[in-house]
């Protein structure tokens, strides 16, 4: 398997512009994670998917963060309008819930955004 | 919630051993991992341990728990250029919820 695949791997844009963001978790993983690192607040986790279902987004900053996961394999972290807050790399996570002590999480190399 | 706290930085010469540690502070945390995060790249499983184990060894890993002082460490040893990275420590209750991560301790390694 390719692992945890995001793109782009690399996004710079200007303030008040809608950015995308994109992940493919490992295929037959079941749950998908979100990420945002900065250096100030290290890895805050925004939402996670099991099953395709939002659990939680209690991490989401604001309503201008979204998240839409429409099948198993594909899932979307949508910023609109973007600020230069933002600014950060997010990281797209997958994990296989369904083996008992199965809890490693996978990773994606991450998308860096820079919003102007 | 949970909180997970490590050092920011630690600089060891290269062919010593290196001590990571970790203190988190819920003690239903049942599983304990460390990720290691090069320049440019995701975070990479490391290596794990459950919450009913002391020790577990990996090669040149040695990762020890003490539960009663919530207290996770990782040991490098004979440490290399090549473990210059980030790493972070990690727990969880285990479920469907995710990890709670440490803010990252940069290893540096000194020739």
């Known amino acids: 398997d390719a692992g945890v695949i995001q793109s782009p791997r690399h996004e710079v844009t200007e303030m008040g512009q809608e950015v995308t963001l994109r992940c493919k978790p490992i295929s037959g993983h079941n749950s998908l994670f979100w990420y945002r690192q900065t250096m100030m607040r290290g890895l805050e986790l925004l939402i996670y998917?099991?099953?395709?279902?939002?659990?939680?987004d209690s991490g989401m900053p604001e309503d201008r963060f979204s998240a839409k996961m429409p099948n198993a394999s594909f899932s979307t972290l949508k910023i609109q309008p973007s600020e230069p807050r933002d600014s950060a790399v997010y990281f797209c996570a997958s994990r296989d819930d369904r083996t008992v002590y199965n809890e490693k999480l996978f990773f994606g190399s991450g998308t860096q955004l820079s919003v102007l | 919630g949970e909180d997970v706290e490590q050092s920011l930085f630690l600089s060891v010469r290269e062919g010593d051993s290196s001590v990571i540690n970790c203190t988190y502070t819920d003690s239903s945390s049942t599983y304990l991992y460390w990720y290691k995060q090069e320049p440019g790249a995701g975070l990479q499983l490391l290596t794990y341990i459950f919450s009913n184990m002391d020790m577990k060894q990996d090669q040149r890993l040695t990762v020890l728990l003490n539960k009663k002082d919530k207290h996770l460490s990782l040991r490098i040893a004979d440490t290399q250029t090549g473990d210059s990275a980030i790493y972070f420590c990690a727990v969880s209750e285990g479920g469907a919820d995710g990890l709670t991560f440490g803010k990252g301790t940069h290893l540096i390694i000194q020739p």
């Open positions: 998917f099991n099953n395709n279902v939002p659990i939680d």
